[in-house]
């Protein structure tokens, strides 16, 4: 069973500041995607990342995965109030697995205006 | 326009009653899913069909059948229902097969409370 590891659980943090979320696992992983899920509403995608050692920015969010895709990280910039919600990484194994999603347990988010 | 629609979006119930939950997708997508996000906000799949068929059958319980009658729809039948089903199920859906790439789309969600 392939397992995601993401810390922290709770990030509570003030309008400005620096934040990194981290997502490990001891598997492998075709691809792995970062998700944002508001209160009351389903998860969105916010990337794909698909190659080991990939970047990818948008706006103030840059994701990274690692060199083994085993791991990935998404940072935020000067975090705004609108960035509060929970965050989910989820690995995708490819290969036979039709797709299934694992998912991390979600850092919940809040940023302080 | 909605995408991926959930009815309903609340669900209120005793233990023991059966139950269903619709999923409607108008995105022309072939692959639907079901999700259980417990009190943690951990998110687990539970089912997916591809064009109508089961393809990702995850340790539920027997008491849980989902059933697709066609690509754009994906219900869930609980029987039996207990204080640990309590949770937002999620519906979701994507196009491509089993890319690894594919963007998967979710519901609003339905919150399930079994008293």
């Known amino acids: 069973t392939q397992l995601l590891e993401q810390s922290p659980q709770f990030l509570s943090i003030q309008e400005g500041e620096n934040l990194t979320v981290y997502c490990n696992s001891s598997?492998?992983?075709?691809?792995l995607q970062w998700y944002r899920q508001e209160p009351g509403e389903g998860p969105v995608l916010l990337v794909t990342?698909?190659?080991?050692?990939e970047v990818k920015k948008l706006k103030r969010l840059t994701f990274q995965f690692g060199d083994a895709r085993k791991d990935s990280s998404l940072h935020i910039t000067a975090a705004q109030p609108g960035d509060t919600g929970l965050y989910l990484c989820?690995?995708?194994?490819?290969?036979?697995?039709?797709?299934?999603?694992?998912f991390g347990q979600g850092t919940i988010l809040t940023v302080h205006p | 326009d909605t995408a991926v629609s959930q009815t309903p979006k609340y669900l209120v119930t005793q233990m023991g009653n059966d139950k269903s939950i619709k999923c409607e997708q108008n995105?022309?997508?072939?692959?639907m899913y079901w999700y259980k996000q417990d009190s943690k906000k951990f998110l687990k799949i539970m089912f997916s069909?591809?064009?109508?068929?089961?393809?990702i059958n995850e340790t539920v319980p027997n008491r849980f059948s989902p059933k697709s009658p066609d690509k754009a729809h994906l219900n869930l039948h609980i029987n039996s229902l207990e204080l640990g089903d309590s949770a937002v199920y999620f519906c979701?859906?994507?196009?491509?097969?089993?890319?690894?790439?594919?963007?998967?789309?979710f519901g609003p969600g339905t919150r399930l409370l079994v008293l």
């Open positions: 995105l022309g997508h072939d692959t």
């Open positions: 979701a859906s994507s196009q491509g097969g089993t890319g690894i790439k594919r963007t998967q789309y």
């Open positions: 990342v698909v190659t080991g050692g």
């Open positions: 069909y591809n064009n109508k068929e089961l393809i």
């Open positions: 598997s492998v992983f075709s691809s």
């Open positions: 989820a690995g995708n194994a490819g290969g036979t697995s039709y797709g299934k999603l694992t």
